[in-house]
Nanobody
Framework: QVQLVESGGGLVQAGGSLRLSCAAS????????IAWFRQAPGKEREFVAG????????AYADSVKGRFTISRDNAKKTVSLQMNSLKPEDTAVYYC?????????????????WGQGTQVTVTS
């Protein structure tokens, strides 16, 4: 089993920045794709960004491209999401997710492990 723990959420004004971290433990070596999803009240969970752990290739939702950056730290087994120029519509619970394989997919049902989520609130 892989355990994922998110941290770094909080309250920020529009235009501000936050950095989320996802720490992986357990059988993390089997999880090659790490992604961030988010879920706003009354909405479906949506893909935000993902990274192929070994190749380092990344993908982003159009809504965050140019504002968010996903990165990994192999030594610490963490994946971070740097969020800049935050907007009120970025308000959501952010989840870290992991899956095996090499294809970076954007659908929730393809991910095997999930963190508990961290709240991000952006005020106008």
């Amino acid at each position: 089993q892989v355990q994922l723990v998110e941290s770094g959420g909080g309250l920020v004004q529009a235009g501000g920045s936050l950095r989320l971290s996802c720490a992986a433990s357990g059988r993390a070596s089997r999880m090659y794709i790490i992604a961030w999803f988010r879920q706003a009240p009354g909405k479906e969970r949506e893909f935000v960004a993902g990274i192929n752990w070994s190749a380092g290739s990344t993908a982003y939702a159009d809504s965050v491209k140019g504002r968010f950056t996903i990165s990994r730290d192999n030594a610490k087994k963490t994946v971070s999401l740097q969020m800049n120029s935050l907007k009120p519509e970025d308000t959501a619970v952010y989840y870290c997710a992991a899956r095996g394989g090499t294809v970076l997919v954007r659908t929730t049902w393809n991910y095997d492990a999930w963190g508990q989520g961290t709240q991000v609130t952006v005020t106008s």
